[in-house]
């Protein structure tokens, strides 16, 4: 009787497939086909999908499974026979052309693998742990993927290794020694039945594997391809198994080590070209030199510079790119690194072959073999030209003048304070000079800033050819200009006479005229010195002294010198203190004008002049002695001015209400810097509008002295004025710098004998003379002549006896308040003039 045995026929060539006569065929359909027939066992083959296989076999519909690889999974619900039925395992195929050894070479390749397989999760896993990149082609069964490969679409195709050896020479494609996976397939029974059926299995595969010329090699042979499989033993598939584990791994390791290799040399290579590219796009020139200093390596930028490519350049010299100057300057500072091995810094000033010039800072360092003998030197070099240019430049506007050219107010400063610093170690004396132009601002208001710039450079000039060169010239702004002399005889009466002489010999040549703009102009300059030697006092304290002294230069009317004294402090300090004062007088209206009448001979009234008074609330009346200087020094005499006149005019209307004295005219003082004030004129005829005053009975006095200085600015003030009916009186006239020839050009109506030459002209035969000059001067040019400081009888009979007719002074009347003049010269008796015999 025969055993019915239905087995699971699924589609997997060569190994197992439904044949024509349907029934199983392949490798282990033609074994099981033969098994039966010997068996006597009656086969009824189930076709199913290989999942659906196994699932029929573990509910018992089929008895029994070919092609089943052994695992512990599934063992537990099925049993398996034990002589393998077949051995298999994965294995790649490549075209013949391709050369693939390992795995290490798939990198990069197309691998067809047949989706969702076992091998397609392996592959990947294998490659992975390989840090081999590939990439996976998924195909649906084995023939597409040796479809690709042939066709060039994939480089190689993984495939079991039967399936492989048996298909490959029909697509012309080759097994790559790449093999992974092996696996030992059974014929599987469900759990717990048909163990007959296992046994006899077991029975013929032992028989048949043992003797090459069996069925078993026939099958195998016919579905193996045309090359058939040697024999081998069962133990040696065992021993093949466990090898082919190890050449896995071998193949692997040198692999691995292949791929260390090629990711140190990727990296080497990365990390040289990232140094180059730094190398090449610093903006240094990095060079290595030899010890005969030829260049070894030179980055772009030398070679930029050298006009040159590298492959030029390297076993040159430095004689082939730079003058001989340079050449000696570099290899100087290249041998020094060779010889005394250390890293040297050092700014190298290069002159290239083209001529140009430029500076760099250059750090070198020995370049040295493991046993430390140099063997080159390395130099980074950075050109710092524009650096250094703005350097100065920066320099040059933080410690010069722009106008000038001259060292300013700081850059003195640090050189007074060298040389205070520098007389503790060597005793000497210094002195400063404090120049000061006497009447810049009002040139440089009425001639404008260009021509005020024109004079000052023009005094820079002239000052710098009166120093030696250890000595600064500084302009502090404006026109103040500080001469520092700092190697003075030690001897301080010595350094004294000698800085007073060069002080008189600036004067000089500073009021020597200036041409500016097609104009001569005048000027002169007031200078104060300080002597220094003790290296304690203080830059601040000196320019302060030399100031004041430069200050009561000014006071003492110009053009001249003073030197510092202690004295000049206090009275700096209370100077100070009087303008504060003045300010607040201004404001609290604490001034006031006093006229003192201006008589003939009849001793009747035929002027006044107005003289201003400081009724200070704590202090009383101030003469204007006391202040007035101090209102020209700060400039508050230009408020104050103007306030003097406009009184003066409305006391001019005032007074022009009046029967008698609506004709009497009023002097009022001009201080030199309100007159050059390029405004004064025309406030003075606002003044006039704006009060309704007369112009021709508003006469102003002014003084010699301040005439001398911008003649061509004076007469054009004045005659703009007196073309407008104001007068022109010359007050203290005598005691300056008369000269005939500008007395001409005035449109003065007055000259006043000043008050030092009536008060001694009885008894001074010379103050006679002089004044009896004067008077003859008066009436040759057409101008009335007053004398003023007459206190006795005497003085004014001798001034008329000379032909003066006109007088002021303390025999006529005390300068008073306005109220006083009305009722004391109404009122009193004239006195008439009573000739001497
Ligand atoms: N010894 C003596 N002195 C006499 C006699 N008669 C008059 N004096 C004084 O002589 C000065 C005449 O004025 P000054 O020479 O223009 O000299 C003036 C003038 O330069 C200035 N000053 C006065 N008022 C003004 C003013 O309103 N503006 C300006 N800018 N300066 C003024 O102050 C100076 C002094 O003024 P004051 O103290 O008022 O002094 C006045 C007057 O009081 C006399 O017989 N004997």
Redesign the pocket.
Known sequence: ESRDVRIGVYQNSPKIMMGTDEMPSGILGDLIVEIARQEHWQLTPVRCEWQQCLELLQSGAIDLMPDVAFSDQRAAIFDFHHTPSLYSWSQVYQNSEEHIQSIIDLHNKRIAVMDGSIQQSYLDGLLKSFSVNAQLVPVRNLEEAFELVAGHKADVAVSNARFGDFQAPNYHLEATPIMFQPAKLFYATPKGKNADLLQAIDHYLDLWQADSKSVYYDILQRWGGKVPRPLIPAQIWWWLYGLMALLVLAVGGNALLRRQVRQKTRFLQASEDKLATILNTIDSYIYIKDTQLKYQYANKKVCDLFDTRLEELLGKSDEAFFDEQTCLNLHQNDRKVLSEGKRLVAEEVNRSNDGRLRTYHSIKMPLRHEDGSIYAICGISTDITDQKQHLQEIHRLAFYDTLTQLPNRRLLIERLQTALSSREVSPRSGALLFIDLDNFKDLNDTMGHDVGDQLLQQVTQRLQAEISAQDTIARLGGDEFVMMLDQLDTNSGRARSYAESLGRRLLAVLSRPYQLSGHICNTTASIGITLFDDPKSTVEELLKHADLAMYQAKAAGRNTLRFFTPDLQSAALARAAVEADMRVALVSRQFL??Y?PQVDMEGKLQGA????RWQHPSKGLI???QF?PVAEATGL?LPL?QW?LRQACRQLVEWSQHPYLCTIPVA????VR?FHHPDFASDVLEILSETGAAPHLLKL?I?ESQLISNMESTIYTMNRLRRKGVHFSL??FGTGYSSLSYLKRLPLAQLKID?SFV?DLLNDANDAAIIKTIIALGQTLDMHIIA????TLEQRDKLIELGCHLF????FG??GPAEALHREYLTRVEVPFTPDQ
Do not use: F
Not at 808 to 811: A, C, P, R, S, V
């Open positions: 004008l006093h003192q002049e107005a003289l201003i003469p204007p002695a007035i005499i001015g003097i009022v003082n001009v201080s309100q006095e003084t007050d203290d008050r008060r003023e400081g007459v206190e002021q002074g303390y025999l005390q300068p």
